[in-house]
């Protein structure tokens, strides 16, 4: 059973950057599209930005150009680098597993809080 534990959130002023990590276990991320969506007070959670097995990346409009998303094969780790950040990024960010286009379920992380002041 896959398990991803994310870290790395925190209180950051505006502008400023967090790296998020997302460490995979029972399942390789090199072999899966792996996603890191976000969810801010009342509103739904969105995807944020993705990773294909073939390392294809999509972003949402809102943090394209200040977010990155990359894996290290060998730690079985993706990460989102988040730059020039701004008080609407605030949100619980979550790593996910997508198996839908395979037929299975998106396999979620417990989430990590950031929290951009101004």
């Known amino acids: 059973q896959v398990q991803l534990v994310e870290s790395g959130g925190g209180l950051v002023q505006t502008g400023g950057s967090l790296r998020l990590s997302c460490a995979a276990s029972?399942?390789?991320?090199?072999?899966?599209?792996m996603s890191w969506y976000r969810q801010a007070p009342g509103e739904q959670r969105a995807l944020v930005a993705e990773i294909t097995s073939n390392g294809s990346t999509n972003y949402a409009d809102s943090v394209k150009g200040r977010f990155t998303i990359s894996r290290d094969n060998a730690k079985n780790t993706v990460y989102l680098q988040m730059n020039s950040l701004k008080s609407e990024d605030t949100a619980v960010y979550y790593c996910a597993r997508d198996r839908r286009a395979l037929g299975g379920t998106v396999s979620w992380g417990q989430g990590t809080l950031v929290t951009v002041s101004s």
């Open positions: 029972g399942s390789v991320v090199r072999l899966n599209t």
